[in-house]
Each structure stands twice: as C-alpha cells, then as structure tokens.
C-alpha cells in the first residue's frame, strides 16, 4: 500500500514496531505497521494524508521514536535573509516563559523581526465573534475551531458534522486578519506557535495563506539557546483582554461565561483520544442539534496549548504554567469599568464593552470555510464474507477467538484490526494471537516431528545394531584371518631365512666354481703353450729323422740299421705332431666349453644375489608384516569389545 510519508508528524529510526502509536491514535489507517523486514522487525509509520498531528503517538512512545517538522529552520533562514517578517505570539508563549518573554522578543527583533503582536489579541476577536454569530445565526450545539487538530479529525473523518464547525476564524487567523486589514501590516507572518497541527491550519487554502511560518516553542527555545539570541526586552504592541486565558482548557468557555454569564450552558471536552472518541459517539446528536449545549469548547490537548504539542514537556510538565496563565488572568481582570474584561462590570456590560471595541470590524472578514477531505481517508468495510476470510487467514476461526480484544495489536477490537487488514494498515503478523496460534501449531508440528523422528531413530537404531552385530561376526572372522596370516607369515619369515641362507651357499658355491674356471683357464694356457712346443719339437725329430735316412742311405748296408732306428724316429715324430694337434683342437674346445660355462657362472652369480636380495627384502617386509599384523589384531580385539558393549547398551528391545 503506498501512503503519503511527508507528514508533520515522522517515525524515526528509533521506532521498535510496539503499537503503542496505533492504540494511542485515534485516526485509522494515520498509524500503518509495515510488513515485517528481513530480520522480523517492522515499523510504525504515519501517513499523512490521514494524520492531524495531534500527537497523542508522542505521549505513548517510549522510544522516542516519533518526530515533527515546522518551519523554525525556514524562518530563521529567511530572517538572515533580509526577509520582512512580523510575529504573532500566541498567549502560552508568555504562560510557558514568562521570564525569557521579552527577551527572546528582543532576540529576535535584534535579528530583524519586525512587529510583535500578541495573538491575546486575536482570542478577543473570536471571542467577539463566536458570541455574535451564534446571536445573530441562531447557531447552537456548534463545536468550537481554535484547534486545528480538531478541525482536520472532522473533516477527514466526521464530515457529516462539519456544519457544525463555527465558521468564525481561530485566535492566530483573527490576529492575522486584523494585521493586514486593521494595521496594514505587508510583512510575511510567523507563528510563534505551541502547536505542531497549527502547520495543517497555515497551509491550509481556506485560510488564505496569510500567515507564512510555524514556529514552535520547543524548536524555537531551541534554536534561540544554541545561538545565544536573547536581547534587550521588548513587548508586545496591542493591549489584550481574556483572550490570554484561551491557552488553558476550557479557555473559550471561560470567556463566554465572562460576557454572557455562566447560566449558558457549555460543553468543555479535551484530551486526544477521549475528546474524538466523544465527537464520534456524538455524532448523530451533533449533526441534528439534539444538545441542550451552547456550543462545545473542544481542544485535542488534554492540558490546554499551555502544554500543546510543540512545547517543551520539561518546561510545561507541571502546573507553573498555569500559575503564570492565572497572573496574566488576575492583571486582565483589574481593568477600569469601561474594560469588557473588568471584573467590576456585569456580564452584560462586559459584552457591550467587547461590541463597541469591535464595532469597527465587519464578522464577515473573520469568517471561513472548511473542506471534506474524507475521500483521502476512507476506510473500506468487508463484507461479512471478506471478514471472515480475513479472521480465518488470522487463525481465528471460532466466535470466541474473533473477541478476544487484548488490543495488543493497537487497536480496541479483533474487528478494527481485521478491517485495518483489510484496508492495508496492518497485517497478520502483528497480532500477538495469531503469533500465538502459529507457534502452538508449529510446535505441535515440531512434537510430531520429534515423534517421527524418534520412531525413525528407534528403527534406524535397530538397523545399525544388527549391522554392527553382523560386522563384529565379520571382525571375528577377519581375527581369526589375520591370526592364520600372522602364523604363515611367522612359517614365511622362518623359510625367508633358510632359502635366504641356502641361496648364500649357492652364491659362494658359484664363487668357487668361477675361481676353479679361472684355473682351468690358466692350466688350459700352459697346456696350449705345451703342445705348441711338442708341435716344434716333433718338426724338429721329423727334420733330424730324415737327415739320419739320408745319412743311413748313403752309408749303404751299413746304415741300414740306422735307418730302421731313423724311420721310427720319423714316425714317432709324426704320431707326436698329430697328437700334439689333436690336444690343441681339444683344448680349444674346452676353452671355449670353459667359456661359456664361466659366462653362465656370472650370470648364475647375478641371478643368485638378485634372488638373495628379494629374498632378504621379503624377510625384512615379513618382519614388518608380522609387526603391523600384530597392531591390526590389537585394534580388531579392541573394535571387537566395544562393539560387543554398544550391542549390549543399546539393545532395542
């Protein structure tokens, strides 16, 4: 829902979303609870077009969360400017700072405020006024309009009783009136003002703009201390009467009974949300001019302006106004007899005192008019079916729960807060019962959920002790594995060592055999070197045997003999040569068998270290197998018992 946020009155960032401001404010809709943020929280915020700045929020907050804008800043500003401004003081003023009065006067006619005209003045006017109308128009039962805030609560949200607002103008627009048309004062006009709604009354068209700024006493006390503004005191212009006891409540009244004598019958009525209450219970009373009243003196503050909405509560929050209010009174009252306000005179001379002061004025000059506005703040109401829709999205489905009433969610009833959720002002959340009703029904859905749960978990349970009974029968299985692994692997180990030990014997075995080669090498040498000389000397037999034949030859019958010994000769060497050659080609036969058996020795020697070293690192890993086997029993025994135990503690039964 969009609404207007430029209102006089402002939620600030201090607000904590308690609907103290709704319940306080008796203008639906002017207080709106935003949906809750990100973090749950939401704010109170003021719409204002259906605000009247009454300021009943400021009262209730405890937070100071609430805040409102006027035109203090604007005027000063102005002022520095060079701007020509007059100033209209309304009686609480002098109420609330009898002691800085003047001097703030002074102040600011130092800074350039040009005339300073006591709104006193302008009370005797209505007073003049109201008396007159009422005489000359036969209007009886009208509400009085001094009150801006009351003014803009009927035409916002009781324009069927507008009629019976008086026509005549407030105290600050009859001063104002009077300023431009009686003294011809051309300046801009400022307010100094105890009244945040009196903003709503300046700007508002019917009043002609003739008055520029509103100026509170809070902000303008403020502003006036900070900037050290107090100067040389000065008074206020024009003598006024019991108009500076309209401040206080029942002022009017007590005006109108000094003219007309207390026999009239008057109807004081204040107080924010009581005085709207009573219009509203009234109003068809009102309309039809059903009351035995004059007229109703209505102010929205409880405490008169003397403690009005832009006042200082440090300032007006005991009775020393009022004792101030009732000085001015007495010093009024002790005029000469000619005085409409002398306390010597009569009632009815006193009034013809106040008609032969005035009888310049022509009423209708002070005289307005007043606009419906209710259009901007209608309020839509549901049907009884889009009502019970409405309670039923609340969780209230029976009679009983849509009664309740506890007005936690700021408003009197469970029907005005599902009409505001109707309307967009509010919204489920914000009503403590159905936040009530969601957690019970959330935390009956979380007992259910813990009952699954617990159901499921029982299940589960049993599940994960079978499956833990079945791994610990694995676990007994896997120990009884890991005992025969440790057992063949101690037999490993034993053999490990033993081939390791014979495969040493092989490898010095090789050894040996590859020196015995080595031998058999050298001696097959010297054999080579032998043959090699029994070759050269079966040559050198041959080459003599056959000199002895050629000798025997020549020696005829005589060496006959010779050459029978020389022939063997011959022979034997031959036999030798053949022999000699024979060993060499045998020898080299096994030269090359020793070869071949020394290079297959090597390769043996290589093979056998190799085997040995494998053999000596499988010892060395069964050793380490045979240690963490160990650990692995240990932890298997260990998972075993406690896996035993949780079956045992936890056995579902």
Not at 138 to 143: A, L, P, Q, R, S
Not at 179 to 203: G, M, R, Y
Not at 244 to 252: A, D, K, T, V
Request: glycine residues 6%.
């Amino acid at each position: 829902m969009s609404f207007d946020l430029q209102s006089l009155v402002y939620t600030t960032e201090k607000c904590v979303g308690c609907n103290k401001c709704i319940r306080a404010c008796s203008c639906m809709g002017a207080c709106i609870s935003t949906n809750p943020d990100e973090n749950g929280n939401s704010r109170i915020e003021v719409d204002g077009s259906r605000c009247i700045a009454c300021a009943a929020c400021f009262d209730a907050c405890e937070h100071g969360a609430r805040e409102y804008r006027d035109d203090t800043e604007k005027f000063f500003n102005d002022l520095k400017r060079g701007e020509k401004i007059s100033l209209l003081i309304a009686p609480a003023f002098r109420a609330d700072y009898p002691d800085e009065y003047e001097r703030v006067l002074g102040g600011l006619k130092k800074l350039g405020a040009n005339r300073m005209i006591n709104v006193s003045f302008g009370a005797d006017i209505t007073t003049w006024g109201y008396i007159n109308y009422i005489q000359k128009h036969k209007f009886y039962g009208g509400i009085s309009q001094p009150c801006p805030a009351v003014v803009g609560y009927i035409e916002r949200y009781l324009p069927e009783i507008l009629p019976k607002l008086f026509p005549v103008q407030s105290p600050l627009m009859c001063a104002a009136i009077y300023a431009k048309k009686e003294l011809h004062i051309t300046d801009k006009l400022a307010f100094i003002s105890p009244c945040i709604s009196k903003k709503l009354e300046i700007d508002d068209p019917n009043t002609h703009g003739l008055v520029n700024y509103n100026v509170t006493f809070d902000h303008l006390m403020d502003y006036v201390i900070k900037n050290h503004l107090m100067g040389d005191p000065i008074k206020d212009e024009i003598e006024y009467g019991l108009g500076s006891i309209y401040p206080m409540p029942g002022g009017l009244k007590e005006n109108v009974y000094w003219l007309l004598g207390e026999d009239v019958f008057i109807r004081q009525i204040e107080g924010e949300k009581r005085m709207y209450h009573f219009l509203k219970a009234n109003a068809d009373k009102i309309k039809g001019t059903k009351t035995p009243y004059l007229f109703f003196d209505a102010l929205n503050c409880e405490n008169g302006c003397i403690c009005g909405t832009g006042t200082d509560p440090d300032v007006t929050g005991d009775d020393t106004p009022y004792y101030n209010i009732h000085k001015i009174q007495e010093s009024v009252k002790k005029n000469t007899k000619k005085s409409a306000w002398s306390r010597n005179s009569t009632p009815q001379k006193r009034l013809a005192a106040l008609n032969k002061q005035f009888a310049h004025l022509n009423l209708d000059d002070y005289l307005r008019k007043y606009t419906d506005r209710s259009s901007q703040c209608k309020t839509k109401i549901p049907t009884d079916a889009e009502l019970d829709r409405i309670f039923n999205s609340m969780n209230k489905t029976t009679d009983e729960s849509r009664i309740i009433n506890c007005s936690s969610c700021g408003y009197d009833t469970c029907r005005e807060m599902a009409i505001s959720i109707y309307n967009g002002f509010n919204h489920n959340s914000n009503c403590v019962h159905y936040l009530k009703d969601l957690i019970e029904i959330e935390k009956k859905e979380a007992q259910d959920l813990v009952e699954h749960e617990r159901e499921l978990l029982d299940k589960q349970r049993a599940e994960i002790l079978s499956t833990i009974a079945d791994i610990n029968v694995k676990f007994n299985t896997l120990r009884e594995s890991v005992k025969n692994m440790l057992a063949g692997n101690s037999s490993n180990a034993n053999e490990s060592s033993v081939i390791s030990d014979e495969m040493g014997n092989v490898s010095d075995f090789c050894n040996t055999l590859d020196d015995s080669i080595d031998h058999i090498t050298e001696y097959l040498s010297e054999l080579t070197e032998n043959n090699l000389r029994v070759v050269d000397i079966a040559n050198q037999t041959n080459l003599l045997a056959l000199n002895a034949s050629i000798e025997a030859a020549r020696a005829g019958d005589a060496g006959r003999g010779f050459a029978v010994v020389a022939g063997e000769i011959n022979t034997l060497a031959a036999d030798s040569k053949i022999t000699a050659e024979n060993s060499g080609n045998a020898n080299t036969n096994i030269k090359n068998a020793v070869d071949i058996i020394e290079t297959e020795s090597k390769e043996l020697i290589s093979i056998v270290e190799n085997v040995n070293s494998r053999i000596r690192n499988l010892a060395s890993s069964t050793n380490e197998i045979a240690t963490h086997a160990d650990m692995i029993s240990e932890i298997i025994e260990n998972v075993s018992e406690q896996l035993e135990t949780l079956v045992a503690n936890n056995r579902v039964e």
